[in-house]
């Protein structure tokens, strides 16, 4: 079992490119998390989103764009890169949005904007 | 602003002492949970406990909740040196929103 899965998993922009990440999961589960975490922090949830064709904003949903339009795949874009994006990235799915279980996360995303 | 604080920020301890962590939130909660995160990876979940809960034990894993506090502690017993990680709390509110507060770094040392 692959679990969650995002790609890239390195990723160097300039200031003003876009891109995306994707992120993929296997377990058939309605909840799917998008976060950020800085150096010496905590995590901090940009959107998730509560089933397929539904999103919803986090603490700190500025500067990104999601779309969920597969129940597997929930997709984080950056359309104007900033260096304050410069951040490793964490896509996490659960099945109940965590209130029975646990979210399981993927391995991350590292993106440096220079 | 993150709704946990995690106490102590950093922790240092001799393999085979206990390591005990505070966690404080700011709103009501559905349940809090506890993720452990080694260096350079993602994170991996420890332990849930609902709202309505005061205790909980998994292993060498003890949660407390006091809600009128909003306060939640985690015990690790016997650490070990593969214990060393970052541990963070996270609360659930109603809208399955899970928040993350900032984690506590803990060092076991053999």
């Known amino acids: 079992n692959a679990g969650v899965t995002q790609t890239p998993k390195f990723r160097v922009l300039k200031t003003g490119q876009s891109m995306t990440l994707l992120c993929a999961q296997d377990m058939n589960h309605e909840y799917m998390y998008w976060y950020r975490q800085d150096p010496g922090m905590g995590l901090r949830l940009i959107h998730y989103s509560v089933g397929e064709g539904t999103t919803a904003k986090g603490e700190v949903p500025d500067g990104y764009n999601v779309s969920r339009l597969k129940k597997q795949n929930f997709l984080l874009g950056l359309e104007s890169a900033a260096p304050s994006q410069t951040s490793v990235y964490f896509c996490?799915?659960?099945?109940?949005?965590?209130?029975?279980?646990?979210?399981?996360f993927g391995e991350g995303s590292r993106l440096t904007v220079l | 602003s993150q709704q946990g604080e995690e106490d102590p920020q950093a922790l240092s301890i001799q393999e085979g002492e206990n390591a005990t962590m505070n966690c404080s939130y700011k709103t009501s909660i559905n349940n809090l949970q506890w993720y452990r995160q080694n260096s350079g990876r993602g994170l991996v979940h420890l332990i849930l406990?609902?709202?309505?809960?005061r205790e909980k034990h998994s292993g060498r894993l003890r949660v407390t909740l006091d809600t009128s506090k909003k306060s939640s502690s985690l015990l690790i017993t016997a650490s070990r040196a593969a214990d060393t990680a970052s541990y963070f709390c996270?609360?659930?509110?109603?809208?399955?929103?899970?928040?993350f507060g900032s984690g506590t770094r803990l060092l076991v040392r053999p």
């Open positions: 996490a799915s659960s099945y109940v949005g965590g209130l029975t279980g646990e979210l399981f």
């Open positions: 406990i609902r709202s309505n809960e």
């Open positions: 996270a609360t659930m509110d109603s809208s399955y929103k899970l928040i």
